[in-house]
T-cell receptor, first 113, second 112 residues
Framework: KQEVTQIPAALSVPEGENLVLNCSFT??????LQWFRQDPGKGLTSLLL?????REQTSGRLNASLDKSSGRSTLYIAASQPGDSATYLC????????????FGEGTQLTVNP | EPEVTQTPSHQVTQMGQEVILRCVPI?????FYWYRQILGQKVEFLVS????????KSEIFDDQFSVERPDGSNFTLKIRSTKLEDSAMYFC??????????FGPGTRLLVL
């Protein structure tokens, strides 16, 4: 059974700092990995998707990497801003297209002005 | 930009009552999903739907749950006899090609 773990559970940083969020998964037979943002009481906003054959994806100040063999992904946020404050969720899709996503518990990020 | 929509945003019901949660997926998407998130817990997969049938379901998705695509646009989740532990945020998601799953804003269900 796939298990997804995210470290740290919570992170508080000053504005402007670069930061890294970590995600690990137990079964490396994944199809892809998706990073989401969740604001309190709201839905999930997709940030980046990395296919299992890819090593990284970038969107603006966000960069996600994937090391499938070691079961790890990182989300790098450059020059953090207060508006980045949210919970960041990592989710993996197992072996085939269209399969379920298995989520981690998330990292709650607070960026202080 | 196309988005997944869900109604209602909030639903309060009595234990034992039936509820129907509604979703309108993104129009050209072919895969549809329901997930739920109990307060303070992980987002959990319930069921996926493709080609007018259930393609995968979790152990949570027992006989009290059902899904339907009654027309070309709506996708519904029915909970036949609600229990206190069904209280959660229910998310609908859809996927086209490529692989990104897009989530709706959720329906907060409270069972009293």
């Amino acid at each position: 059974k796939q298990e997804v773990t995210q470290i740290p559970a919570a992170l508080s940083v000053p504005e402007g700092e670069n930061l890294v969020l970590n995600c690990s998964f137990t079964d490396s037979a994944i199809y892809n990995l998706q990073w989401f943002r969740q604001d309190p009481g709201k839905g999930l906003t997709s940030l980046l998707l990395i296919q299992s054959s890819q090593r990284e994806q970038t969107s603006g100040r966000l960069n996600a990497s994937l090391d499938k063999s070691s079961g790890r992904s990182t989300l790098y946020i450059a020059a953090s801003q207060p508006g980045d404050s949210a919970t960041y969720l990592c989710a993996v899709m197992r072996g085939t297209s269209g399969s379920r996503l298995t989520f981690g518990e998330g990292t709650q990020l607070t960026v202080n002005p | 930009e196309p988005e997944v929509t869900q109604t209602p945003s909030h639903q309060v019901t009595q234990m034992g009552q039936e509820v129907i949660l509604r979703c309108v997926p993104i129009s050209n998407h072919l895969y549809f999903y329901w997930y739920r998130q109990i307060l303070g817990q992980k987002v959990e997969f319930l069921v996926s739907f493709y080609n007018n049938e259930i393609s995968e379901k979790s152990e949570i998705f027992d006989d009290q749950f059902s899904v339907e695509r009654p027309d070309g646009s709506n996708f519904t989740l029915k909970i036949r006899s609600t229990k206190l532990e069904d209280s959660a945020m229910y998310f609908c998601a859809s996927k086209g090609n490529p692989e990104t799953q897009y989530f709706g804003p959720g329906t907060r269900l409270l069972v009293l």
